[in-house]
């Protein structure tokens, strides 16, 4: 993901990418994001609906550990989560199945040389 999309989610979600600079051992974050620019509003709807339901059930919100593609669809790692937060990180992760990584228009997820990656018709062969 570009770098000021980088930027813009960590202002945003302070809490949730507090541990960016920690050390490997402990977070993955100091790679960034690790999927296309397509998936940024995606992490950024998902990033409100984890603060949404943390203040709804009164906990604290999760630190996430690792944002990637992987087999074609978002993986969230967080840590300190709850049920339901996971549900709605799951929700997001079937979401990105039907969204180009690449631009966010709608796509599907596709082999490419024993890769699976989620794109739109447009981008179906990067």
Known sequence: ????LT???YLRFPNIFKGLNKPLTD???VFGFECGDGWYDL???LCEEIEKQSLLEDVCV???IQVKEKFGELRFYVSGTTSSILDVIEDA???SEKICEICGQPGITLENRGWLKTRCEKHKNE
Not at 1 to 4: N, Q
């Open 27 to 29: 977070s993955l974050m």
């Open 7 to 9: 930027t813009q989610l």
């Open 43 to 45: 992490i950024y709807q």
């Open 62 to 64: 999760p630190e996430a």
């Open 1 to 4: 993901m570009r770098k000021d």
């Open 93 to 95: 992760a079937d979401k």
